[in-house]
């Protein structure tokens, strides 16, 4: 049972966008402006893609972008790719020791 | 360009220590604004944060509490890595294994991973 919840699978077609929600509690989402995302292609290394909930690293697509109201995080996907098929995973700062909590995964399905 | 490049064994027999190291490149384990970590994922469990270590004028480590007691993170700086030992393994640590760098500009922000290691516990 992770920490954070995502819905377990989303999909869209090419040149749609989707936006995937990312639900905590006051003590980690709600709490702090520090919400990743992050895409994970098969076999491959979660890739930062969003941090401190809506800001981009450098070399990522502006076609990605975050949000957040109360404690619940979202990150949208606009124009949606075939390249954009994948899992992301939603991860926050938390009060608890634990430090870093992670969502459970969503994965996308690009029709 | 930062790398981190992950060797250890991909099999460990239950109750012994799961050993991992995390070689880095165009960074320092001795930054003074870098935490370097340790997460796995696993379909069970997902992801999860297991500990870091991170240097600022002394060395300091962070542990998630449900590994606290097993877990030991070592900084090596003549070799610029750092490695992972998780003691008295179960069948429930077999996960794949990364590590991380957090740069310091925020909290829990992991710009660069390690390839990941499979690690099987399993007699």
Known sequence: QSALTQPASMSGSPGQSITISCTGTSSDVGG???VSWYQQHP????ELMIYDVNNRPSGV???????KSGNTASLTISGLQTEDEADYYCSSYTSSSTLVVFGGGTKVTVL | QVQLQQS?????????????T???SGDSVSSNTAAWNWIRQSPSR???WLGRTYYRAKWYNDFAPSVKSRITISPDTSKNQFSLQLNSVTPEDT??????RDDGRSIGVFDYWGQGTLVTVSS
């Open chain 2, 8 to 20: 250890g064994p991909g099999l460990v027999k239950p109750s012994q220590t799961l050993s991992l």
């Open chain 1, 43 to 46: 076999g491959k290394a979660p």
């Open chain 1, 32 to 34: 702090y402006n520090y």
């Open chain 2, 46 to 48: 997902g992801l999860e």
């Open chain 2, 95 to 100: 996960a794949v294994y990364y590590c991380a």
């Open chain 1, 61 to 67: 697509s502006n076609r990605f972008s975050g949000s």
């Open chain 2, 22 to 24: 995390c070689a880095i």
